[in-house]
Nanobody, 112 residues
């Protein structure tokens, strides 16, 4: 099982980024994105079920959109109107048979 995240980078406030996560080794019932800012605990950003139901953190509601392509075993996070509070390492997560699997993380930095 492997989750490979990509798409992070350095952007200015108000700009957008799209994160991608390629999963292998099976289908995950739930996939999602978590982030960890320096000195803080890892927190949920957004999750999506295999059926397409979604859940977002209040802080990203209306700005971020999670989606998945089950045929390609991919999950995406479209991030708009980024602000410095969105800075952190973003981790792709997959849940299968009650077990959590994590990708290696991709850095997102929002700074002017």
């Amino acid at each position: 099982v492997q989750l490979q995240a990509s798409g992070g980078g350095l952007v200015q406030p108000g700009e957008s980024l799209r994160l991608s996560c390629a999963a292998s080794g099976g289908i995950f019932s739930i996939m999602g994105w978590y982030r960890q800012a320096p000195g803080k605990q890892r927190e949920l950003v957004a999750v999506i079920t295999i059926g397409g139901s979604t859940n977002y953190a209040d802080s990203v509601m209306g700005r971020f959109t999670i989606s998945r392509d089950n045929a390609k075993n991919m999950v995406y996070l479209q991030m708009n109107s980024l602000n410095p509070g969105d800075t952190g390492v973003y981790y792709c997560n997959g849940v299968r048979s009650g077990l959590n699997y994590w990708g290696q993380g991709t850095q997102v930095t929002v700074s002017s």
